[in-house]
């Protein structure tokens, strides 16, 4: 790598003299100020902003003449010629449409979204600014095509074109370059190690693939936030944000959020900033009491799991419990007979009882940037951490507590190039597992064995003394649940501590990580070299080191490494009169040290109708890939009613475990324990569903080998269509899209025995019976989950249109309407889980006037959802539609240290909601805030 | 399906929290309408003995009569037009009978943790207390095939000299009334016809055949209590019955006989119940020495076959033994002053109240042992060749009721082969898988013989079934009938 950076440094600095230096001021029609307005160099990303008195100072490495472009929101769009130096600058931008923004993002070079080559939203200071949500990251739930499902008040997490749980590894979040997810999850945590919303630039939001730039995992979508430059933006600016949380389960709690962001141009060779936030509330809790799996029980049913209710996923037929007992001669021979065959389960906690439902999150970054030749050339060190308390849902819910995450960059650019070098490390902290909780601190009041034997004894005694077997299971339980540590109690809370602090799932449930990405990757824009057209080449490379301390993954014998690389180029060329069509093709290929490489191409066409190039049309190609996440190739996870082991070749012997065996299976292996590892799952096992249709009938012929096969990529081929223009006064974007995945990453659930091949070619000597036969009717068999990839058709569609208008004079109007449909055979595919998760219809609508009098402003955003069903691994569900309404008023002082003041609402139709299957009602947030200097 | 894999489902292969993919909607039941087919249960009468009345757990009591099959049935059948089914209730729950003030029949058992005892209580349902009826629900304890058609069978009169029963006596509408004229008077649309033929074995069987085979005699009146009534009389019996019940256009069910050998009456007591140390042993073997010596004598001078000597020389040695009876149907060396003495095999069954007898001492002298070294009277065992009695007549039984169930188109039960199932692999019923083990079966009560209230809830499903394969009525398919959860398997002491 270091070879490579000298390299850059050597090819750059002879380019970096010649300055020129320009300043002005931008007003609009009124000749009011435009703050924050953006002025770049045309074809470059090198740029200013301009202050809140409009005024901007723009020095550049380029000798005049040249073109700078003079953008802001809502404004059309300005180019001015640049001949001299110290030119000044009087510009007036009239007013446009959100089309004429400028994104990165879509081409890793600036252009209008107007003419970018696949959908793009922006999301701008202005939009900060005017957002009803409550902060900048909520806000872009109101974009069009994106979801935005809440695991937590801090932590949300976004979802675009389907396909996503929490865990949403199909989607990437960069900050200045910088992959935010967390190495230990392999997805973004939300804005918990995101941005402070004064430094916040702006935000660009890519539905869809775009791997062709920004290789695995940039799958369904990408955020791309951009941070202020010190340079470009100084002072003191700053935030805070008080209000209160309301919800029915965790009624009124206050909530406090304030943020800071410090910068300074020292010198023209030097500036540095500095970002602190601090947010503090109560997370909306979860008290579902519903049952789990959908079987319309209540608490009082004796196989009860309530959603949010933990200990009672801990579940057994009691016929079974009562033949062991009758084997064991603690039950009299012929008692089974009056023990039914059905499943009861232990009881189980609230979740209340086991978190405190403290949201927390502070954030800190920092920046240090030098610019030795005071031009565009670059040297950056970035430092981020972010750390607090919040909930996550994956397989089972998490209590996030004093988690700590680190980021640090070392990044050298230049208008053409960047080379940027970052570590990303996570460390868990006091996380645990809420529903292990639950389950161990009942093991470790009464062990399940001991609790489901005290159970049936009961039962039988209490069918003998004449009860009807409902009142037996009510006797059974009072019995078997005698002194059950009540929550609160001494015994509970020294339990409760003794599991989040123990990372063996069998007894306890502390979340234990430490895991670290290692990443670099480099930029190069041959425009300033090559005429013909614009070409960027680039690439990266990653490392991964995951740590979890034999606890998640198979890492007991150290951390496990791996390492992946890519290369992409993109060629950019206009064509015809008025360069009316614009084609970008961009070929990019990776390499994971564990797979095959990966050519990811794309292809897009934009054209310009309209004699006064009002309108374009867009149509793309392209493919994306998706590696295995870390999980889904090292876990190596016992989670009770399967063992998690991930489908990296050398994985699943890794994950060894001691079991102890039946009678007959000691008859036929010599021993009583046996070591056992997962290689079983992968080259020796059954589906779980053929083990339990060959269970209920006994025919042997229903048995299916599972032998699930290692994990590889999944790949998506997406076709894109869109519309942008401007009728009249009415701005339209739309598009539309055609999503066919191949190797779609999913989980088997499979039976490995301990003995006897699964072509059921061995016999138990002198029998006709086959020794798996006999592994699985003795009990000697583990359950194991793999991570594979489904040779299921999964192919998804869906389409977009956004407009929006002024009415009566200056007041916003907009609205969008997303549509995505799933198209897959559920009926074919009955064990197959596509974890689609999108509503098929989706309405949005805002309505708002920036100036509704001096300085006065407000905006209204309204949400339709339509349901959908839920499936994740915590659990399926319905999601009922929702209708969600935020509204804010704002003043402006602008004499007073630049500020806003703002009161705003979410959800103030009070009327509690839910994204996903299993999470705590949302409620609704009343608070005021004031903002200083944030332009 | 194939069943060579039958054995491992009896292993539960248990997956801790297995999840369900059932979304909400799979949820809701498709409600199914009832229909009757082309029954008419607005008049449901059952005809029948101790089954039939409800009997359990050695008697009759307010409980289990509300727990009798018939009375399970009518209220399947009140669904789809079925009137209610009177029932001559006891006066307790205690059970047993006073006959002008003197107990005739005890209390009911009741498990007392340990085992069956016998409530400690005083019955209060007086038989001279005569109970207006009519009952539809005409099940008679104790009533034999014949005894359908004998008028007097309800006279009180006749209770204490065992010419007349006590159960009908209380609810007969007139001394010299029959069962079927009783019966008959109510002009049912649809009857069950339960039990016949069973008393006709059962009381042979249980006396551990005390009583004589009649087969071949064809007059009932000169049966003694105890004896295995003749094949014609059962034939020429129900054959009439039958004829009376359908002569309206009845409809009805008809039940076979099972084999009241795989009853827990006779299968828990073991053979070979005594276990025993090697001095015992001996010491017994001592006593039985000159008796062995003889059988060799006999056998040396051509009386008894070297088979028949070997089954009866008397051995015990260390660990369970078999006990030692006296076997009518052995040859007969009394002239030599050899007894008809011989040791229990797996082909004979030790009555349950054997369980209790054996091992007790005569005259509290040590060595006058039940069982050992004081052979068994017949009362206590039920011999093969007893066995063999009972199994041929019910056979015989059971083509004459199939043929008649066929000929008249009755809904046909077969007893005989559910109660197999449930003494071998067990029986369904919802989540239980009931069986014959005594007190832990779950489908026997504690006399034995008798059904639990889940027992006979299964029996009336089972009765539901034949009736919606013969007459086109879908309770099964719309669910109602009886489930296993709405039925005890105990009737507790206090009641």
Known sequence: MKAIVTLFCLCFCGFAYSQTTINGKIVDEALVPIGGANVIVSGTSVGAAADFDGNFTLTVNLPPPFEIQITSIGFQTATEQVTENNQTFNITLLEGSELDEVVISASRTPERIFESPVTVERMGIREIRNTASADFYD???NLKGVDINTNSLTFKSINTRGFA?????????????????APALNFPLGNLLGMVETDVQSVELLPGAASALYGANAFNGILFMRSKNPFDVGGISAYVKQGITSQEAAGDNSYTDFGIRVAHKFTKHFAAKANFSYLNGTDWAANNTTDKLNRGLDRSAIDYDGINVYGDEVSTDIRGVAEALVDLGVLPAGAEALVPSVNVSRTGYNESDLTDYRAES???????????WANDFEIAYVGKVGTGSTIYQGANRYAIDNFFLQQHKLEIRNDNFFVRGYITEDNAGDSYDMVFTGININRAWKDDNTWFGEYVGAFVQGSLAGLLPEQAHTLARQTADTGR?????????????????????????????????????????LSHLIDFAEIQVGGSYRNYELNSFGTIYTD???PINYSEVGFYTQLQKKFLADERLKLTASIRYDKSELFDGFFSPRVALGYNVGAEQNHNIRASFQTGFRNPTTQDLYIGLDVGR??????????????????????????????????????????????????????????????????????????VTSFELGYRGKINKLIVDLSGYYNAYQDFLANETVVAPFYGDVQLTQNIPGTDTPLALAALGSGDFQVYQTYTNSDADVNSYGAAIGVSTKIFGNFDLGGNYTYAYLDFDTEANPDFRTNFNTPEHKVKATFGNAELFKNFGFNVAWRWSDNYFWEASFGDGDVPAFHVLDAQLNYRVPGFLKSQFKVGATNLLMDEYFTAFGTGLIGSMYYVSWTINNL | MNTKYLWLLMIAIAFAACETDDSADDMEEVVIPLTAGTADFSKFVSVGASFTAGFADGALFIASQENSFPNILSQQFSAIGGGELTQPLMNDNFGGLLLGGVQIANPRLFFNGAGPAVLDATPTTEVTNILSGPFSNMGVPGAKSFHLLANGYGNVAGVATG????????????????MLEDALAQNASFFTLSEMGGNDVLSFATSGGVGIDQTGNLDPTTYGPNDITDPTVFAGTLDAVVNALTANGAKGAITTVPYVTNLPYFTTVPYNPVPLDAATAGLLNAGYAEYNGGLLQAEGAGLISAEERAARTVVFAEGNNAVVIEDEDLTDLSGLGLPNFRQTTGDDLIVLPGSSFIGTLVNNDPLLINGLSVPLSDQWVLTSTETQSVIVATDTYNLTIESIAGSKGLAFVDLKAILLEASTTGITFDDFTLDTSLVFGGLVSLDGIHLTARGYALMANKFLEAIDATYGSNFHEAGQVAKAADYVVSYPEGL
């Open chain 1, 165 to 181: 749980t929490f865990a949403n590894t199909r989607f990437m979040q960069l900050v200045d370059g910088m992959d935010n997810s």
């Open chain 1, 139 to 141: 806000g872009l739930e």
């Open chain 1, 556 to 558: 007991t014998d150290g």
């Open chain 2, 163 to 178: 010419q007349a029963n006590p159960y009908f006596a209380r609810m007969a509408s007139s001394p010299n009334a029959s």
């Open chain 1, 362 to 372: 502070v954030k800190a970054d920092w920046g240090l940037y030098f610019r030795p």
């Open chain 1, 642 to 715: 399967a063992v998690l082991v991930g489908g990296a070749e050398d994985n699943p012997a890794r994950d060894i475990r001691d079991y102890s065996v039946s009678p007959t299976g000691q008859t036929i292996l010599g021993t009583s324990t046996i070591q056992f590892d997962g290689q079983g799952a992968y080259t020796n096992s059954f589906l779980l569903n053929s083990v339990q249709n060959f269970s209920a009938t006994g025919d042997a012929s229903l048995l299916e080998i599972g032998n699930s096969s290692f994990v590889k990529p999944e790949q």
């Open chain 1, 485 to 525: 540590f009540e929550p609160g109690s001494e015994e509970f809370q020294r339990a409760f501590n003794n599991s989040v602090n123990d990372p063996d799932l069998s007894t306890g449930s502390k979340f234990q990580d430490n895991s670290k990405i290692y990443h670099a990757d480099a930029n190069y824009n």
